[in-house]
Every structure is written in C-alpha cells, then in structure tokens.
C-alpha cells in the first residue's frame, strides 16, 4: 500500500479567545483520489486546509503531505503542492500571464520553459485571450480559472481547492468540475477539494468526509454514505392545510417521520416498494395531496442523521452562534 | 537557487508595479525633490548663521540628507506595499510558493533598492544641475551612496517586520512615524556643532547623526567617523534582520 | 430661521462628533505639528543668530506653523467626511428631505471651525508651556481664535469643495501632497526678507500661506502690524468666501445629480 498522499492524525487548531476550529482530524487521503472535505460554513474546511499547505500552524496532532511534515518540513511540501485558496489572491494590477511568469518564478521553473508553460496553462484554462489583460477587469470566473492556472503552473503532485466555485456560474462550475476529474484521471494528481455543495461533492469526489464543528463526523464514498442513511424518503404536500395531521397519520404507518418544510415526509422501512403501499393508503382515506415525490438519500441526508441539522443553512447558524460567543467574551 | 528565484519573482512584481503607475512612482521621485527644494532653497542663509562651516555650502549639505531621507523612505513605502500585500491577500500567495520564505525578504528588500535607486539618479542630477559643489572623489561618493544603500535596507526591513506583525494599511504610521523621528532629531538643518540643548543631545545619540556627518564628510571631500558610520549602519541592518524575520515568523504562525 | 440654526447645530454636532470617534483625525492634527515644531525649533535654532532675525526664541517664530498645519488637518477631514456622506447616500436621503444642502455644508464647516479651535487652544497652551508670550496680549490670543476660525472655514470649505466635486475621499486625500507643498515653499521656516534664493523667496512671496502664516507670527513677536493682519485677514477671508461659494455650487450640481 502506498503512503498516503495527505494524512492528518488528531490535527487541532485553536484560535485565541475563539472556539477550536479544528477539534481533532484524522484523515488519510490515497494518492491519485480526489478528496472532498464537505461541511457547512465555519466547520473547519479552510482552516484544515490552511494547516496541510504549511500556512498555519496546527495547535498540536501531526499531518504528513506527500510524505514531509508540514511542520519541519514546511518548504518540502510546498514544492509538492498547489492550492487554490478561497480568495483567489491575485494582483490587480498584473496581467494573466504576467501572474504566470511570477508563480513560475516562485517556484523556480527554469527560465527557459516559463513562457511555454504560461502559455500552456492559460490555453488550458481558457484565458488565452485575456492573458494579457489586467486581472482587475476579470470576470469572478475568470480570476477562479487563473488561480487554478496558477496552482498547476509546478506540476503538482498534489492539489487542494478550497470551494474553488463558490460564485461561479453553473458553466463555469461545469468546466473547473471537468478539469479537476481530468487531473486527477489523467495526470494522477491528488486532489483534496473542500466544498459546501453536496452536487460538486457527489460528482467529483472518490471519498468524502464530512466535517462538523471541526470534526470528520462521517467519511466514505458518497455511495456508501449515502447507502447508510439508507432508504429513501417519500414528501407529501397536503391539497389544503386541514388535510395535514390525515395526511401524516397515514404516511407514518409506512415509515420514521423526517423533516419537511412544506407537508410530511417519512423515511420509508421498506425503502422503494413501500410507494405503491403509501399510493394505495392514500387513495383508501380519499386523500389526494398536491405533490407526491421520492427522494433518494443525499449527502445532506447524511449530515442530518450524523449532526441533526441540515447541511444547507447549518454554516448560517453556526456562524451566528460563534459571533455571540466571540461577543461574550 | 531557489531562494534566489524566489527574490527575483517578488523583486520584479514589486518593480513592475511600481513603474508601471504613476501614482506608485511619482510620490517616490517628488517628495525628494520637493523637500530638497525647500530645505536647500528655502533655508539657505543659515550658512551665515556664526559657525556654519560647512565648505561644500548649503545645497550639497542638505544633499545629504534628503539622499538618506528618500533612502530611508523608499523602504518605508516599500513596507506599505508588504503590508497592502498581506491585507489583500497577496502575500499568502508568496507564502505558499516559496519553500524558503526568507526569499520573499529578500525580494522585497531588492525592491526597495531598485527603487530608490531610480530617485537617487533623479535626485543627484537634479542637484547637480542646480550647481551642488562636490569635493569628494569617487570613492568619497562611493562611500555616500554606499551607506544610502544600507540606510535603504536598514529601513525596508523595519517597515517589513512591522508590516508583517501588522499585517494591515493601518500600520502605516507606525513604520513611519519612528523614522520621520529618528531623521529629524539628527543635524538636519545645521551641523551638531550648531545644535543646542536637548536637541543636541538627542542628535549625539542619534545613530543616524553618524551616518549623516560621515555622508557630509564623502561629499566634502572630508571623510569623517566613516568606520563609525559604516558599523552603525550595519549594525541597524542587523538589528531590523532579526525584526524581520522575528515578524515572518510571527505572520506564518498567524496564518 | 431658527429651524435653519438648529439645523445647522445638529449637523455641527454630528461633525464634531464623528471627528471625535475616529482618535486618528484628533491625534494627527495635534500630534504632528507639535512634533515639527519641537524639532524645527531644535534644529532651527542657530536660525535666530541670522542678522534681521524678528526673534531670539525659535519658539516663538515657529509657533504659528502648527496653526496652518492644523487648518490643513481641517481640509482633510471636512473633504473625507463629506465625501464619505456621498458615497454612503446620506446626501441622497438628505435630498429627499426639506433640508436644504446648504444646512449641511454650513453645519459641516461648524463643526470644522469648532474643532480647529480647539486645537488653537492646545497650540497656545504649548506655546506658553515652553515660554512664548504673545506680543499682542490677551487681544492678540483672542485675535488668534478668530483668525483660526476663518483659515479653518477657508481650508474646510476647499475640503468640501474638492469632496463634492469628485465624491471620492481618495481625491480629497490625494489634495494633501499640494497642501504640503504651499506650507513648506513659503516663509514657514524662514522669514521671506532673509530668503537667500531669491526664486524661493519670490514663490514664498506669491503663496498665500505664507501671509497667513505672517498673521499669526505678527500677533506673536510684533504685536499690532496692520499689514500684516490686513494681508492675513483679508486672504484667509478672499479663500473662505471663494472656497464657500464654489462649494455651494458643487453642492447644488451634486444634489441636481442625485
């Protein structure tokens, strides 16, 4: 078995006269797989992400990148990584490819291949006509693209994102999805992509672990996380507001209730076939509701039955509850 | 190697930007100018002032210390720039590529120098055409310019370990106010001789007064307390080496 | 009339007010001429041995330097903070109100001239403090008040102007390099009859600062000099009234913008 490309052992982070952002990571990540680290805003993804590419010390636990401690051995693992951080960080006042130049020069690419490398990056991530334009007239999509540009420019063997499309457009979000499966198909790349989106997680992501309050509350392959939660749900939205506690009556015979903003939802005991039987029961009471749906378990489903919240709206909360205690103190 | 490459990257895009907007650049060749124009210009008659015996007269006098002044300055600015770089965000960009991080230092501190050195050129053929007498030799001027440099580094690495434990715009003042201070309570208007009470005190024990006299002395064709001169520059570069650094580390242990 | 004057307080009041909340803006214009002038007055010292020196205390010649400096403070902040009013939309919701623009500039400056004479308070305590006397008397030193008054509601008024003509408080701060420049070509640390360069002199003799600094450096060492009180008073009031006027109409363009 090949040493892990990243792995964390009870990473810890904590800030001053603030709450522990990090409470204890461990992770191991596979060369070559692409890792997604999912969790509401404010659970810990970025800071996580800081600590592995050496840009914050952790509080105490260990992590290991492509084989060097980030700790001592800092200057190793940044030569082996990429990063495209949340804020993209670019200098307004350069152009694309003069961002490329530097990074390139950052990273001590000879000379010699500079150009060439710029110009294949910049073809690759669709900036070709816009490199030598000043970053402060780019687009959101644009600025996202050239960080990711910026990232490769070493050939990395290892890349994180942290929510790199986070206020793109859904083509755009489509084109880095596609890009950031070819790395990891093609090039081998390890990928460790941090998201708030349950889809960019699904799609892309070999593993992903769920991250709560600083801590991994579920790890797995989406499909097996998704199969433990299990069954299905089935919603149903009442015609009229009378009907609701009729309504609810009946599809609790068939099932554990769960939450439902508009009508009542059950998890099914018998998972897809119990359909018809609901179907069947409500045509028996005469009930007829407006809307009918199955769902299948998401990744949400997941994080409500590990945390009891919603993964959507979660990070809100959270963030809230940690400005009144930033307050109180 | 890389270290060097690194220094080079962030040298360049500090130089890059800085000559490639006006509004960067001019302050940095005006205020100079305009502070030559109004000390040599405007102060002039104090060579009558009893015991004035500078030889060179004044325009040469306040030469030499409008030239460290812009030296101590170009560093300060280029701390500004460090400090917008980490409130921006930009620094952590540098801080991710460079394996060592004492090269991003090192780059800005290049930066420093090349920038000044364009005011520099600017600020001596401007005295020069407006008849500066000078008496030293080239190795007197040498000797001038030589410790203009190390004033220059001296000052870039006080304004970066401020930048860096600050990390905002805001800690503007603080990089420099304590230079405007340590440069204005030296002999900046009349020799030491001419200075009394606390002011001369102050000015005794002011390490840019050695600095400044010994810059008086080169461009008279007098060198005076030049070794003293020299260690106390150096030993200023030494002692804001380790602020630096100390202030790097501070901001990578802040992430 | 009344509705207008307390208008005019409250607008007043919120200048002041909102001067006071931000320490920088009440430090700096204190801080900073207090420094320049314990050093001027060390370094330049030698200067009163100079033939035709109006004084032996340095003190006492450089004492009026902070007076302007803080009237150039005054233009900084009148500009920031009306520009700030721009971009924030105050001066659009002010619109939407019976309030008529000229309230708001008038308490602006109100609260401007409040703050500069404040600081002429502080300048004259420090100035006694390290042994200066005003020639003029207590006439004179309430003669001060009144002149820092006018040179404040003349550089305010310019700081309004600028902010409501661009609405941008960079603009208005990118104005501090040229202010610095007429406080430093003129008779601020040399009196203009002992120039040597006689292009310097000539530029310190068509710069109004240096009238105004005269004005005040008269009251100091002189006394009563009509001329120079004439020329002081009468600049600082031609800069107040054009200042003022120019700044209605921008405010009247801005508001028939917004």
Known sequence: MPDPAVQADKL???????????????????????????????????????????????????????????????????????????????????????????????????????????????ARVGLGQAADRK?????????????????????????????????????????????????ASHDGVTVFLTTQYLEEADVLADRVGIIDHGRIVAEGTPAALKAEVG??????????????????????????????????????????????????????????????????????????????RSLEGAGDEDEEQAGLAMEST | MRNLSVAQGVAWRTLHNVFTNPSLLLPSLIF?????????????????????????????????????????FGGVFTGFGIARDFESGFARRLLLAAPNRLGIVLGYAVAALGRWLVTAAFLTVVALAVGMNVSGSGIDLFGLYALAVIVNLAAVLWAA?????????????VMQFPVFLVLFFAPVYVPLALLHGWIHVVATVNPVTRVLEAGRGFISGDPTEVGLAFVTAVALVAAFSLWAVRGLRKAEAAG | MSAFADQVYLLGRRSVVRTVRQPANVVAPLLFP??????????????????????????????????????????MNTGTDLAR????????????????GITLLTGQLGGVIVMSVAQAAVYVGVGFAVGVRFASGPAGVALVFVFMALVALAFGALGAFAALRTGSGEAVQSLFPAFFVFLFIS????????????????????????????????????????????????????????AFVLSIWALRERMARS
């Open chain 1, 12 to 122: 810890v982070r904590e800030f001053k006269k603030g709450p522990r952002a990090v409470d204890g990571i461990d992770l191991a990540v596979a060369p070559g797989e692409i890792y997604g680290f999912l969790g509401p805003n404010g659970a810990g993804k970025s800071t996580t992400v800081h600590m592995l590419t050496t840009l914050l010390p952790p509080t105490s636990g260990t992590a290991r990148v492509a084989g060097f401690d980030v700790v001592r051995e800092g200057p190793q693992v940044r030569m082996r990584i990429g990063a495209a951080l949340q804020e993209a960080a670019l200098d307004p006042l350069l152009t694309g490819r003069e961002h490329l130049r530097l990074q390139a020069s950052l990273q001590a690419i000879p000379r010699l291949e500079r150009t060439s490398r710029a110009d294949e990056l910049l």
């Open chain 3, 187 to 242: 008779s601020m640390n040399m009196p203009r009859n002992l120039i040597e360069a006689s292009w310097f002199r000539g530029l310190a003799t068509a710069n109004p600062v240096s009238y105004l600094l005269e004005c005040v450096r008269s009251l100091i060492i002189t006394g009563w000099d009509a001329e120079a009180l004439a020329l002081g008073f009468g600049i600082a009031a031609a800069i107040a009234v054009g």
């Open chain 3, 85 to 100: 009013d721009i971009q924030t939309g105050f001066l659009n919701r002010l619109s939407l109100t019976p309030m008529r």
């Open chain 2, 161 to 173: 370990g401020v930048a860096m434990r600050f990390r905002t715009m805001q800690a503007g003042p």
């Open chain 2, 32 to 72: 100079p100018l305009f502070f030559f124009t109004a000390f040599a210009g405007g102060l002039s008659s104090i060579t009558n002032v009893p015991g004035f015996d500078f030889p060179n007269g004044y325009t040469a006098f306040q030469f030499v210390f409008v030239l460290l002044q812009s030296a101590a």
């Open chain 1, 231 to 308: 069954r299905p749900t089935v919603e149903a939205i009442p015609a009229s507001e009378d009907e609701l506690p009729r309504l609810a009556a009946i599809l609790e015979r068939f099932g554990e209730r769960v939450t439902s903003p508009k009508g009542v939802a059950v998890r099914l005991a018998d998972g897809e076939v119990g359909l018809a039987d609901v179907v069947r029961a409500l045509d028996a009471e005469g009930l007829e509701p407006e809307n009918l749906q199955l769902h299948q378990p998401s990744l949400d489903d997941v994080f409500l039955a590990k945390t009891g």
């Open chain 1, 135 to 183: 970053v402060r007239g780019y687009s959101g999509g644009m600025k996202r693209r050239l960080d990711l540009a910026l990232a490769l420019v070493h050939r990395p063997e290892i890349l994180f994102l942290d929510e790199p499309t986070t206020g793109l457009d859904v083509q755009s979000r489509t084109a880095l999805w596609a890009e950031v499966s070819r790395l």
């Open chain 3, 34 to 75: 207090m420094l320049l002038l314990a050093v001027n007055s060390g370094g330049l010292k030698a200067e009163t041995h100079l033939p035709g020196f109006p004084t032996d205390s340095f003190w006492a010649f450089a004492l009026a330097v902070p007076f302007i400096q803080g009237a150039l403070f005054a233009t």
